[in-house]
């Protein structure tokens, strides 16, 4: 009775771990198919086990057997591959025993021949080989059993691996008999089976994962974009439920997100005209259907834009009803913006009326034969020239502001000696200023001081200050002119001085804002409000310089203009 | 007869020289003002029978004049005139409580005055064939 062959060894491993803990001999599994694959074309086959028994399989559970592997060891597959290792070999030495023994009764030898030693010599012997069979075939049975339950539980255990009838390492090339194979063959192919399921499953499962992390991801994207566009904006579906809104929109008309949702739009707004214009782009045709509208929101003006919106999820019904989708923009400043530019406009017109009425009447009054002798008629011609040439200049004036602003005057910038330009305007108001009695005085800086500007502009500059300076001073006051060079920073200053009715402490900050005019001044001199806005944008905007402004209601003002030098 | 006397205001120097030129020349009495304030003191002083005013003046602006001339027993019916270079024309809220009888816009015509003038005073010229 030969055990099952052994790989030399390399078996041993095996005989000492099926005394060893399951787990243990998994790790050593494991361990062995990591193994390098040199060892794998050693010859799987094995030589056959002798044994055979019929009997059933051992009623007795091995070592930690869990019965799913309790079932298979004792199932069809254990016994085919018992049947290597079955006690069924004993019979033969056991059947000759038997036939020896019926031979000897009916041939009987002499008594005490030698005969009968032999009978029982043989009889003896087969007997005995019998047990040994018996035994042996028994402790490979177990031991075959052994190995299977190691086979079938490490199989059991793998996740990723295969039990694969290739690898010759030694460990397998032990265990796998051609008993085996069958058994093996049949765990393998069921085991791929159910691998290729689980990859199956967990490939969709990722897949599925992905494309719901996609789809969460691009739905937060479109619910950040709607909310940082900042706009109220809302979506009724085609029955007039609100579908999305965002944070602007639940500020706006004051409802909160979680409550609103689905609900008719009519109990989360209350502007009827809203609401009529979402009834109409619902029911109107879908080419047709854009709404405009402004409306007034707590002091506020709002433009909004109603749009159709198709829902793909079949919201759309047969009768062309599909949902409603709006936008409200914040326009207040733009309606600011365009009342402010129509009040200059109509302002400008004032301003201009006035000259051109001189002009009229005193032309009407030269036609009519009004003017008697030859030194009315001409005073009546001066009178119209300067009217002209004031209507002249305002025009300018406001050109220049609005061209400034946008960016758009013809800047022709030159080095240019301050001191000139500030005496040619202050020689420009002097008349102005004798009629009311006021004195106008200047202190200027060397020829040599220059900077590098637009002489209109900064003329014209200069030219404002020193105007107002006069309109704003009552009778028998002083407008003084000043200039100071500052060396260390390369600059030059021009401040007009006033003994006028000066600027209340807290209108100083908006003294150059176009339009703005001191309401306790407004009486005591006619003016557009544009006059120092034209200097405050000439000297910054154009020459990169500053304005400054120092007043006392009661004592005065001094206006200054800080340019760069030359 | 005495000749009708007109106060004229404005505070554009120009516009109160043309006014008062064609009224003197029209035969009429004129005395002037450059503001609203000035203009009430003259009006009480020497109450004239007729008052030419700008819309927009300082320290006293046309309306507040005129509400004031209204409201003073002695200048109260005196007819005004008002000339105003604002494209609208002014209200009815405006005008209640003067006695603003006639709204002229700016650029005017000295022509026009002197014959909203004479209407106003029912005052014929006696110049050579013109009839207001």
Redesign the interface.
């Known amino acids: 009775m030969t055990q099952p062959q052994d790989s030399g060894t390399s078996m041993s491993p095996i005989r000492e771990q099926t005394s060893k803990p399951w787990s243990q001999v998994e790790d050593d599994l494991a361990e062995v198919r990591a193994a390098p694959a040199s060892d794998r074309q050693k010859d799987a086959t094995t030589p056959e086990d002798p044994g055979q028994s019929a009997f059933a399989g051992p009623a007795k559970g091995l070592d930690n057997e869990t019965p799913s592997v309790q079932s298979l060891r004792q199932g069809p597959e254990a016994h085919a591959v018992l049947r290597g290792v079955s006690t069924h070999w004993a019979l033969a030495p056991m059947a000759a025993a038997l036939l020896w023994l019926a031979y000897a009764m009916l041939f009987p030898p002499a008594p005490g021949a030698a005969a009968w030693s032999l009978h029982l010599l043989g009889i003896g012997g087969l007997i005995v080989a019998a047990g040994i069979i018996l035994i042996l075939a028994t402790g490979a049975r177990q031991r075959a059993l052994r190995r299977l339950v190691t086979v079938i539980q490490a199989g059991s255990k793998q996740t990723s691996g295969r039990l694969n009838l290739d690898e010759t390492n030694e460990l397998w090339s032990g265990l796998v008999t051609p008993e085996f194979r069958p058994v093996l063959q049949g765990i393998e192919s069921h085991a791929a089976n159910v691998e290729k399921q689980v990859r199956t499953l967990l490939f969709t499962q990722q897949q599925l994962s992905l494309e719901l992390s996609m789809a969460r991801g691009q739905e937060e994207r479109a619910a950040a974009v709607i909310e940082a566009i900042g706009d109220p904006i809302l979506a009724l579906d085609a029955f007039d439920r609100l579908i999305l809104s965002n944070a602007a929109a639940q500020e706006l008309f004051d409802f909160s997100a979680s409550e609103a949702l689905r609900q008719p739009i009519d109990r989360i707004i209350s502007d009827e005209r809203l609401l009529r214009l979402a009834a109409q782009v619902r029911e109107a045709d879908l080419r047709a259907a854009q709404r405009h509208a402004e409306h007034e929101y707590g002091g506020k003006i709002y433009a909004s834009t109603l749009a159709p919106l198709v829902l793909k999820s079949g919201q759309e019904n047969d009768d062309g009803r599909h949902g409603v989708v709006i936008l409200l923009r914040d326009v207040t400043k733009q309606h600011e913006a365009a009342k402010k530019k129509s009040e200059f406009v109509s302002q400008v017109a004032h301003e201009l009326r006035t000259p051109l009425s001189s002009i009229c009447g005193y032309v009407e009054m030269l036609v009519d034969g009004e003017a008697a002798d030859d030194a009315t008629r001409q005073e009546f011609y001066e009178i119209i020239q300067t009217s002209a040439d004031r209507l002249g200049r305002l025009i300018d004036n406001m050109l220049n502001i609005s061209r400034i602003e946008a960016g758009t005057v013809r800047i022709n910038k030159e080095p240019i000696s301050v001191a000139i330009v500030t005496k040619e305007a202050v020689d420009m108001m002097r008349p102005q200023a004798e009629a009311r009695g006021i004195s106008l005085t200047q202190h200027l800086t060397p020829v040599a001081y220059r900077v590098l500007a637009d002489r209109d502009l900064i003329y014209q500059a200069i030219l404002n200050l020193i105007g107002n300076a006069v309109k704003y001073t009552p009778q028998d006051g002083k407008v003084s002119v000043r200039m100071t060079p500052h060396e260390e920073n390369k600059t030059i200053l021009i401040e007009v001085s006033d003994t006028g009715v000066g600027i209340p402490k807290e209108d100083i900050p908006k003294m150059f804002k176009k339009f703005f005019r001191v309401e306790a001044n407004k009486k005591m001199a006619k003016g557009t409000g544009l006059g120092l806005n034209l200097v405050k944008n000439v000297v910054e905007k154009v020459h990169t310089g500053t304005v400054t402004l120092t007043s006392e209601v009661g004592k005065g003002s001094t206006f200054g203009i800080v340019l760069p030098l030359m | 007869m005495n000749a009708h006397r007109i106060l004229v205001c404005d ?2 120097p ?2 109160v ?3 008062a ?2 009224l003197r ?1 029209g035969g009429f009495d004129v005395l002037t003002a450059a503001d609203g304030e000035e203009a009430f003191g003259l009006a009480c002083e020497s109450v004239p029978d007729l008052v030419v005013t700008d819309y ?1 003046m ?4 046309g309306l507040e004049f005129c509400a004031k001339l209204r409201a003073e027993s002695k200048t109260c019916e005196i007819p005004i005139i008002m000339l105003t ?3 609208f024309s002014l209200s009815e809220d405006d005008l209640e409580g003067t006695n603003i009888r006639k709204v002229l816009p ?6 026009e005055v002197l014959a909203s003038v004479r209407e106003l005073l029912g005052v014929v010229s006696l110049e050579a064939g013109s009839v207001t």
């Open positions: 505070d554009e120009h516009i020289h043309v006014v030129m064609k020349n927009q300082p320290v006293l602006s270079a604002r494209g700016k650029p005017f015509s000295p022509r």
